[in-house]
């Protein structure tokens, strides 16, 4: 069962993010992905936001991985690990090394591999990009893809009409995707969305 959400506003990206971040208890993984301009980084603004981290939440590309303290909404601390996969796992494989093995070579030289196998009791971890990770990664994981569909209302209408660079602005579609028992279960207790949605099977 995965969850279709759409998100009008950049406002409506950061209440999913926190919503999704007020029903954190620790020890869940979250991959991100989406084109750029997707709104990703807006949607960990608002993770963050819900988490009570007090610190910016920008994207981590140049230093791949940073690490945020907060609160969870029952008050206990919260410790965010906020990762960008972009640049992990290039095409420079040793001879006979895999994509797989290549990902998790590159986590663990970062300290991050047993972060991601399993989480702290109080840390969560949210990965940009994170969907080239998910063979390396648990098997319990929430998947967040967004969309930024183009609509082109002209009839005549062609592709130099429309925008190409990436915005802020404008509409999203992000699907939630739960792996494992207890993301099924999470989704299935997840009150309703802020943003307009439906779920789907």
Not at 1 to 24: F, Q, V
């Amino acid at each position: 069962m995965h969850t279709t959400i759409t998100a009008a506003t950049a406002t409506d990206m950061r209440a999913l993010g926190a919503h999704l971040a007020n029903h954190m208890h620790g020890g869940e993984v979250i991959l991100l992905s989406g084109p750029l301009g997707a709104g990703k980084t807006t949607f960990a603004q608002g993770f963050g936001a819900g988490l009570g981290i007090d610190e910016p939440i920008v994207s981590p590309t140049f230093t791949i991985a940073r690490e945020l303290d907060g609160h969870f909404a029952d008050g206990t601390p919260a410790h965010l690990i906020h990762v960008d996969a972009y640049r992990l796992g290039g095409t420079d494989y040793a001879p006979g090394q895999d994509s797989v093995n290549r990902l998790l070579d590159e986590l663990e030289s970062l300290g991050l591999d047993e972060e991601l196998e399993e989480p702290g009791t109080h840390t969560v971890i949210l990965m940009e990009w994170g969907e080239q990770m998910a063979a390396a990664l648990a098997d319990e994981r929430l998947e967040v893809h967004i969309d930024r569909p183009f609509h082109v209302t002209a009839p005549d209408a062609t592709a130099a009409d429309i925008a190409v660079e990436p915005t802020s602005a404008g509409e999203r579609i992000v699907t939630l995707t739960p792996i494992g028992p207890h993301w099924d279960r999470f989704m299935h207790d997840l009150p309703d969305m802020p943003a307009t949605g439906e779920r789907q099977a």
